[in-house]
């Protein structure tokens, strides 16, 4: 029999795509689950699930019955810290458990974020799999526990588990109050002259972007190849201003506004520069990123520029 697939998070701005991607490639079922009772534009199989709940969990795994499982369901840091903890580290310990009570071998992979490493994290450039993580976030610090808890998954477990760690991730769709999406919106507007003036935040800082189809592709590569109870970076291996992207996308938008900078959207937290090293996920996997920065910038433009 063909392994079958759960992907959790299968409505959200990654989980679409690699359902998506994981239908398209066939040979095997692939069974999609996330809040919304209806999938949204998402063909194939369906369970709707709140991972908050230990018997909804257990209901879902019964259901799917999964030997592979992405675990991508989660809320952003933008939601309460309340919220954040609740949702990420209890739905995954829910999740966990289930699954371990299936009693059959499951191979899973759970989303980490750069966020996990905080200052401290990013002090030492380019950042390894083995960097302290001081997060400061309630975000960040509810990916770490979830990294912490699935490394400590023991050896004879029925659930072997897979962490990938994803630095900031581009492409059509990305939450628009998130830098590069927000930017580009506002260009929508003002490119329709519905706007004048873009509104940011600190243009000096630095980051490492990667497309999320390339980061469709990590995950893949690590659900077959991917060491249990390690970390992976899916990252570029470099960073890039943001002042220097938004003058791209201005490029592409054809518009160039008079730009005011908003203290508020300066977070006095955040790190000037982070970008990682993605040679652990090449050596175990071969994986490397296909699209150039450029390329994921003209997809979200030409995503933005159709949003009213």
């Known amino acids: 029999m063909p392994p079958r697939v759960l992907v959790t998070g299968a409505n959200g701005f990654s989980g679409r795509r690699l359902a998506a991607a994981l239908r398209a490639a066939g040979g095997h079922p692939v069974i999609g689950s996330d809040l919304a009772e209806e999938p949204h534009a998402l063909a194939g199989e369906y369970l709707a699930c ?93 990916k770490a526990q979830i990294t912490q808890l699935a490394l400590a998954e023991p050896d004879d477990s029925s659930l072997g588990i897979v962490v990938v760690r994803p630095f900031n991730l581009i492409g059509p769709g990305m939450d628009p109050r998130l830098v590069l999406a927000n930017f580009a919106l506002q260009l929508g507007r003002i490119a329709r002259r519905q706007a004048e003036t873009l509104r940011c935040g600190n243009l000096d800082s630095r980051r490492d972007f990667v497309d999320v189809r390339d980061a469709v592709a990590a995950y893949v590569a690590l659900m077959r190849h991917g060491r249990l109870r390690q970390i ?77």
């Open 50 to 142: 709140d991972l908050t709940d230990p018997l909804a969990a257990e209901r879902l795994v019964a259901l799917a019955q999964p030997d592979l499982v992405y675990h991508l369901a989660g809320v952003t840091n933008f939601a309460p810290a309340e919220v954040i903890g609740r949702v990420n580290v209890g739905g995954f310990s829910n999740l966990c458990r289930a699954l371990r009570q299936s009693g059959r071998p499951i191979r899973m992979l759970t989303i980490g974020s750069a966020a996990e490493l905080g200052q401290r994290g990013a002090a030492r450039l380019p950042v390894t799999e083995e960097a302290p993580c001081q997060p400061d976030s309630p975000y960040g610090e509810s």
């Open 232 to 308: 992976y970076n899916v990252c570029a291996g470099k960073s890039h201003r943001i002042g220097d992207l938004l003058d791209a996308l201005m490029t592409l938008a054809g518009v160039h506004p008079r730009i005011e900078v908003d203290a508020v959207r300066a977070r006095a937290s955040d790190v000037s520069d982070i970008y990682g090293d993605r040679s652990k996920i090449a050596r175990d996997t071969g994986w490397q990123p296909a699209l150039s920065i450029a390329e994921s910038l003209d997809a979200l433009w030409a995503w933005a520029r159709t949003q009213t």
